[in-house]
């Protein structure tokens, strides 16, 4: 059965260091996503992407956010200059259209931020 | 941006009872989704609904998607063990204007054996 897979399943960096979170969207999906759940909260939309450009974000998806989708296959997540409250489980998903189509999700990258 | 209040929060219950739960939100949503997610897991899709008052079962997963298109509910008949985990809700707006799904903030269901 078809997954989005992501890499890597857990992250330790240190604050003010850039870290890449990568994800392999399901092959025939058009729409991707990155959310984000601090431990023990909601998840969180952050953006979703098609056709190579940001389609949407959130308030949470400011400039020390970005995505990139380098190749056929990966859709990347960049956070730059990395703070402690940017812990959390990175979620990718996607799914073959937007709006009113479920989206299908990863495992989940953890980070954590020291 | 929209707001969903899932309710209850957490529930304890024994092997055998029927659990329901339940989004509410104050703006119109075009799709609802159900999603269980497991400790250190990602959120797995348990029922999708496309129609204002449809009502989709999933085994012994029951949901419906309200006639304002502002709620949904959960329903599960004579829970398992297995059901521990976190429910969550999830609303997608419409298809041109919306490309993001909001979550709700989850039902922590806990089954006694």
């Known amino acids: 059965e078809p997954e989005v897979t992501q890499t890597p399943s857990h992250q330790v960096t240190q604050m003010g260091q850039e870290v890449i979170l990568r994800c392999v969207p399901i092959?025939?999906?058009?729409?991707f996503y990155w959310y984000r759940q601090i431990l023990g909260q909601k998840v969180e939309f952050l953006v979703s992407?098609?056709?190579?450009?940001?389609?949407?974000k959130s308030e949470i998806f400011d400039d020390q956010f970005s995505v990139e989708r380098p190749d056929g296959s990966n859709f990347t997540l960049k956070i730059r200059s990395t703070k402690l409250e940017d812990s959390a489980m990175y979620f990718c998903?996607?799914?073959?259209?937007?709006?009113?189509?479920?989206?299908?999700f990863g495992q989940g990258t953890r980070l954590t931020v020291v | 941006g929209q707001q969903l209040n899932q309710s209850p929060q957490s529930m304890f219950i024994q092997e055998g009872e029927d659990v329901s739960m339940n989004c509410t939100s104050s703006s119109i949503f075009n799709t609802w989704l159900w999603y269980k997610q497991d400790p250190g897991e990602g959120p797995v899709l348990l029922i999708a609904?496309?129609?204002?008052?449809e009502l989709t079962s999933n085994g012994r997963l029951t949901a419906q998607f309200g006639i304002t298109r502002k709620d949904s509910f959960l329903n599960i008949s004579a829970s398992i063990p297995s059901d521990v985990g976190i429910y969550f809700c999830?609303?997608?707006?419409?298809?041109?204007?919306?490309?993001?799904?909001?979550f709700g903030a989850g039902t922590r269901l806990t089954v006694k054996p």
């Open positions: 609904l496309y129609k204002a008052g």
């Open positions: 999830a609303g997608l707006g419409d298809l041109y204007n919306n490309n993001d799904m909001r």
């Open positions: 092959s025939n999906h058009l729409y």
């Open positions: 998903a996607s799914s073959v259209a937007g709006g009113r189509t479920e989206a299908f």
């Open positions: 992407f098609y056709n190579n450009e940001i389609s949407e």
